[in-house]
């Protein structure tokens, strides 16, 4: 659970990219809070940045300001690995051919989880290649996958994504930006995690969320759909849509933590708005908990804060008294996949 975000001038020397990029990232941090990182192409060539701080990443894009033609953001939102601050394991990675050459040819970010990564990783390593990360990092299996097929072959990074997709088993929408400029947006041939794009003066907006181009005045939200391909050609501007071929079709499932919980709650899922769900979720329960509790002495306390929406149909519906027993900080974040001690303390920062 991750989010990703883009920006790329269509038109030579947008000034404004850079701002745009940081209103969109603050737009986008319900996504993840626990580590940042961004990849800037210009002057044919890529720079990467990481940090704790999304504040930080803001300061290091104002360098790039005249110069930037495209821009890939991660927020990291742990789940495969550990969450212990490591540059080599910060999104968005650099694939290089040659692993002493300075520059990279490609950099990409991923939102989603790669099941057989296990199985993947035995692959690599019975081939000669080291996983550096301990526990298995699922994003440096991805790398290692395209890096081996970059060492084998020529290929653009949109065969390069169909290859991926069709090897890996798990939800996975990626971007990738190389050293031409050539942008693609690959959307996971499942349809669990949303995706969309949208273009406003000049510029090409991707981001996870509806919402998060909304309100940076993208007025036309256009749907990713699953297994297809958006491609920005780093020559002529153009964008391109393609369905990727895969081998063996799977089918469309949508991811219950996106409508439940992940989701801002105006963000359009599947076609309507992520609180819609949690509305009938919090109905639901409710009906089927209607003599379980007795409304006397009972009260309904909505935590986290994305369970608003479920929290007050459900108490509609059972006739028992909701309220709002606890006020959470709006600069604490997430607390419940933090550990130990740093839990702890992001729980005493909340309330």
């Not at 940076?216 to 939200?221: A, D, K, L, Q, R």
Request: hydrophobic share 40%; charged share 25%; with cysteine.
């Amino acid at each position: 659970m991750c989010g990703i975000v883009a920006v790329y001038g269509l038109e030579w020397g947008h000034a404004h990219m850079t701002n745009k990029m940081v209103s969109l990232l603050n737009a986008s941090q319900n996504r993840g809070q626990d580590w940042y990182g961004v990849a800037v192409y210009e002057d044919q060539k890529l720079v990467r940045h990481v940090s704790s701080s999304i504040w930080w990443i803001d300061e290091a894009l104002i360098k790039h300001k005249s110069r930037a033609l495209a821009l890939l953001w991660h927020a990291r939102y742990t789940t495969s690995g550990d969450n212990k601050w490591n540059e080599t394991a910060l999104q968005p990675f650099e694939i290089k051919e040659d692993e002493l050459t300075a520059e990279a040819g490609i950099s990409f970010a991923f939102n989603g989880n790669i099941v057989n990564a296990e199985e993947l990783a035995t692959e690599l390593r019975a081939e000669g290649f080291v996983l550096k990360h301990d526990p298995l990092l699922d994003t440096e299996v991805l790398k290692l996958l395209m890096l081996r097929e970059v060492r084998r072959w020529e290929k653009n990074i949109t065969t390069l994504l169909e290859y991926i997709h069709n090897r890996i088993d798990g939800c996975c929408n990626i971007i990738l930006l190389d050293k031409n400029g050539n942008m693609a947006i690959a959307k996971d041939k499942w349809w669990f995690r949303p995706l969309v794009y949208s273009v406003k003066d000049g510029l090409l907006f991707v981001a996870s969320e509806s919402t998060a181009l909304i309100r940076i005045g993208c007025e036309n939200v256009n749907f990713i759909s699953s297994g297809e391909i958006v491609h920005i050609d780093g020559a002529t501007k153009k964008i391109e849509k393609t369905n990727m071929h895969i081998l063996e079709p799977v089918q469309k499932k949508r991811c219950f933590f996106e409508a439940v919980y992940f989701a801002d709650q105006k963000t359009n899922l599947w076609g309507e708005a992520a609180s819609g769900y949690r509305y009938r979720f919090g109905q639901i329960l409710g009906e089927e908990d209607n003599d379980r509790f007795d409304p006397a002495d009972t009260i309904i306390v909505d935590i986290p804060s994305s369970s608003e929406d479920a929290a007050k149909w459900y108490a509609d519906s059972a006739n028992i008294v909701r309220l709002q027993a606890i006020t959470k900080h709006p600069d604490a974040g997430r607390t419940f996949i933090a550990e130990g001690e740093k839990r702890k303390l992001k729980v005493k920062e909340r309330v």
